[in-house]
Structure formats: structure tokens, C-alpha cells
């Protein structure tokens, strides 16, 4: 009579063969083990057979409890990694699992920022946080692009440039240019928060300045008129921002492009200089002698006017023309007008004040005379050297901002240059 087979005689005989032989390899194991325990302090403790063989139960116990944890560890793995795990020959004690592949479709997180606290915007970022460039959030226009306002997920306003196509430069050339000006970082200079390479496109993301930007503040219509002391405030602002792009930062930052609309004003009426280095990321190459001029037409020093040639004094000129119109609330050079430009008309006093003589004629008339005397003689004093036809002869901006702070005198500055 036939008895039902049990679950254990229904294994096959390649399953119980491989029992056996597990067997077999754990006290093959065991008896390697022993002579050695024989020669331990251990083992030379063990003086009868009964104390070997309750040794010996012991190890084979432990044995098998390892065994048992390598199984329950190996299947864990494979569960959590859903097959990407490191096969391991059975008689091997894992120490460690590899981490599981990299998949082609995993998230990858931007490329790192290129400077302090810099980030890499995609188009589409840009696109969204201005709407779709919506011509409703165009700051304004300059000779390097379109300026729109824009806000990022997180709620941060900023200001994105456009930059215009024609600077012929690469990608690696422009992020390199990008990764110096994002390591400027000054309270009178416009901070750099990152920046967007697509195609042929260049975006640059400015932190976001409130109260728009000094010519608004000067020749807009409607505005409120600022007084002596801020316009004063203004001006050492702006200087101490030129004053660090050449003197301080490595490599030395020459701007090309000062004027003011290029000054914004926070909303504690504090000066902040843009576009720094924008000059260099649209040239066509590295020298002091450009073929191409990138200033503004009335703010240009004329050494660069005429032969292209550019230094720190042509931004000094330039900063010079600014201070003109904090005194005297005119423009550089008037639309559609036939009078003289701003250098012109303001020359002759200019000399005059220089050499002891009256300057209130030329103070703008929207001030009505309210004004600290030693204030504006100060700006004075600076317009008129800073606007010296020989470059050489120009101060430095450094020298700009003591004479402002009351710390130069103005004989001292007459004798700069």
C-alpha cells in the first residue's frame, strides 16, 4: 500500500543534493576551524571530547544562524532594488550593497550655480516668471537688450535681460565672462543671480531694484524733485560702485557704459550701477581698442569717441556727464533740439568754478536755491575734473569718493590726474 508522498519527498533530487552538500561545506567548514581553536587559548581551555563537542554545536549553530541572515538580507535587496543589486556567490558575506544604477530617466538637477549664490535658469523659466516676455513687464531698453520683470516660483522678483544676438561669442566664452561678473558683488553694483544659455540665446537675471532708475528720478515727467543731499548721496553711490570695478575687483572691470540710466535707485534712495561687464560680453575681442562703440551718445569720453580707445578715465568722463545732470537736472544731450549739449553749455562755468569763481547759474532751477552750498561746490569741483579732455588728467574714482565724502580736498583733487 501506497502512502501520499510529503511536501519534503516531492523536492527534487538536485534540491535535496544541494541540502546535502550545504551540509557537507558546514563542517568541512568546522573541522578546518578546529585545529586552529585547538591552538587558541580557547581551545587549549577544552580538555575532555565533551567539551569539544559542545564547541563544536555551538559554531554550527552560529553557522547556521549566518547563513539563514545572508538569505534574508540578499532578498531584501532585491525587493528595494527591483533587480539592480550586486549577485554575490552564496558561500560570500556581503559587507556592503552598491548603490543601483543611474536610469537615463532620472531627474537630473541643473548645472551647478557659476559664482556665489548663482543659479541656471532654463528658457522656459525665464519665459515663465515674465509672462512670456509680456511687453506690459518691459523695464526698459538699453544697447544690450530688452529688460523685463520677472518673478520666480519662489515669489523673488528679478530683472531678466535679453541680451541682443550679435555677440558672436560661444557658450564657453559667455559663461566664463557670466562666472566673473557673478563674483562681483558690492552694495552700490547690481547683483548677478544667474543667468540662461539657449540656442543662440543669452538671458541674464539681475536682482529686482525697486524705485527705477535716475534719469526717471531726473528728467521724467510728473516725478517728485529729489534734493541737494540726496542727489549728493546719489552721486557717492554711484562712485564707490565704479570706484570698486576698477580698483578692487581682479579682473578689473571697466564699464563702457555709464550713464543714468545705467544707475538704479533702491528704495532708500541708494545708488546701484548696472550692466557692469556687459561691455566685455558683447566685444569682439580682449583689447583696450574696440571697433565698434558701445557707450551712449553724449556720455562718451572723447578719446573714445574719436579713436575707440577705452580705459577706466573714459568711465571716469562718463561718471563726470552724471554729475552734471544731478546739478543741473538736464539731459546730456536733448532730443530733438538744436542747443548745445550738456558739456557744452556747462563747460564755460565749469571753468569758471574751477578757478575760484561762481557756479549757481548752472544748478537746476527746480532745487530754488534750497541747497547746502558745500554740497554742491563738492559736485562741482568733481564734474569739473572728471570732464578733462586729457584722460591722463582725470582723477580715479577712488579719489572721486573721498573728495565727496569730505575727505580730500578740493585742492588735492585739482592736483589728481
Given at each position: 500500500m501506497s502512502s501520499t508522498p510529503s511536501k519534503q519527498d516531492k523536492k527534487s533530487p538536485s534540491a535535496n543534493k544541494n541540502k546535502k552538500h550545504d551540509h557537507k561545506s558546514k563542517f568541512s567548514l568546522l573541522h578546518k576551524m578546529l585545529p586552529f581553536l585547538h591552538e587558541t587559548s580557547i581551545g587549549k581551555s577544552l580538555g575532555s571530547n565533551e567539551d569539544e563537542a559542545i564547541l563544536v554545536g555551538a559554531i554550527a549553530g552560529a553557522a547556521s544562524c549566518c547563513c539563514c541572515c545572508c538569505r534574508r538580507k540578499k532578498r531584501t535587496h532585491k525587493n528595494t532594488n527591483n533587480g539592480d543589486y550586486y549577485k554575490q556567490k552564496s558561500s560570500d558575506i556581503p559587507l556592503k550593497m552598491p548603490p543601483p544604477p543611474s536610469s537615463g530617466s532620472e531627474f537630473k538637477q541643473p548645472p551647478p550655480a557659476m559664482g556665489?549664490?548663482?543659479?541656471?535658469?532654463?528658457?522656459?523659466?525665464?519665459?515663465?516668471?515674465t509672462h512670456g516676455f509680456d511687453r506690459s513687464l518691459l523695464l526698459g531698453e538699453g544697447g544690450f537688450g530688452y529688460v523685463y520683470k520677472g518673478v520666480l516660483p519662489n515669489g523673488k522678483e528679478i530683472a531678466v535681460k535679453s541680451l541682443k544676438a550679435n555677440s558672436g561669442q560661444g557658450e564657453r566664452e559667455f559663461q566664463a565672462e557670466v562666472d566673473i561678473i557673478s563674483h562681483v558683488h558690492h552694495p552700490h553694483l547690481v547683483s548677478l543671480v544667474g543667468?540662461?544659455?539657449?540656442?543662440?540665446?543669452?538671458?541674464?537675471?539681475?536682482?529686482?531694484?525697486?524705485?527705477?532708475?535716475?534719469?526717471?528720478?531726473?528728467?521724467?515727467?510728473?516725478?517728485?524733485?529729489?534734493?541737494?543731499?540726496?542727489?549728493?548721496?546719489?552721486?557717492?553711490?554711484?562712485?564707490?560702485?565704479?570706484?570698486?570695478?576698477?580698483?578692487?575687483?581682479?579682473?578689473?572691470?571697466?564699464?563702457?557704459?555709464?550713464?543714468?540710466?545705467?544707475?538704479?535707485?533702491?528704495?532708500?534712495?541708494?545708488?546701484?550701477?548696472?550692466?557692469?561687464?556687459?561691455?566685455?560680453?558683447?566685444?569682439?575681442?580682449?583689447?583696450?581698442?574696440?571697433?565698434?562703440?558701445?557707450?551712449?551718445?553724449?556720455?562718451?569720453?572723447?578719446?573714445?569717441?574719436?579713436?575707440?580707445?577705452?580705459?577706466?578715465?573714459?568711465?571716469?568722463?562718463?561718471?563726470?556727464?552724471?554729475?552734471?545732470?544731478?546739478?543741473?537736472?538736464?539731459?546730456?544731450?536733448?532730443?530733438?533740439?538744436?542747443?548745445?549739449?550738456?558739456?557744452?553749455?556747462?563747460?564755460?562755468?565749469?571753468?569758471?568754478?574751477?578757478?575760484?569763481?561762481?557756479?549757481?547759474?548752472?544748478?537746476?532751477?527746480?532745487?530754488?536755491?534750497?541747497?547746502?552750498r558745500d554740497e554742491?561746490?563738492?559736485?562741482?569741483?568733481?564734474?569739473?575734473?572728471?570732464?578733462?579732455?586729457?584722460?591722463?588728467?582725470?582723477?580715479?574714482?577712488?579719489?572721486?569718493?573721498?573728495?565727496?565724502?569730505?575727505?580730500?580736498?578740493?585742492?588735492?583733487?585739482?592736483e589728481s590726474g
Open positions: 556665489l549664490g548663482m543659479s541656471s535658469f532654463t528658457y522656459d523659466d525665464m519665459a515663465t516668471a543667468y540662461c544659455v539657449s540656442g543662440k540665446k543669452r538671458l541674464l537675471v539681475y536682482e529686482f531694484i525697486p524705485n527705477r532708475t535716475l534719469e526717471y528720478h531726473l528728467h521724467d515727467k510728473g516725478r517728485s524733485v529729489i534734493d541737494c543731499s540726496t542727489r549728493l548721496k546719489i552721486a557717492l553711490g554711484a562712485a564707490k560702485g565704479s570706484a570698486y570695478l576698477h580698483e578692487d575687483c581682479n579682473p578689473r572691470i571697466i564699464h563702457r557704459d555709464i550713464k543714468a540710466a545705467n544707475i538704479l535707485i533702491d528704495s532708500q534712495y541708494e545708488a546701484k550701477v548696472a550692466d557692469f561687464g556687459l561691455a566685455k560680453l558683447s566685444s569682439d575681442d580682449n583689447t583696450h581698442v574696440s571697433t565698434r562703440i558701445m557707450g551712449t551718445f553724449g556720455y562718451l569720453a572723447p578719446e573714445y569717441a574719436s579713436m575707440g580707445k577705452f580705459t577706466e578715465k573714459s568711465d571716469v568722463f562718463s561718471y563726470g556727464v552724471v554729475l552734471l545732470e544731478l546739478i543741473t537736472g538736464r539731459r546730456p544731450v536733448e532730443p530733438d533740439s538744436d542747443e548745445d549739449s550738456l558739456i557744452d553749455w556747462a563747460g564755460p562755468t565749469l571753468i569758471q568754478a574751477s578757478e575760484g569763481g561762481s557756479y549757481e547759474e548752472m544748478v537746476d532751477p527746480l532745487l530754488r536755491g534750497n541747497y547746502n554742491m561746490h563738492r559736485m562741482v569741483a568733481c564734474a569739473a575734473v572728471c570732464l578733462r579732455h586729457a584722460a591722463k588728467k582725470r582723477p580715479k574714482m577712488s579719489q572721486i569718493v573721498r573728495v565727496l565724502q569730505g575727505e580730500m580736498s578740493l585742492d588735492e583733487l585739482n
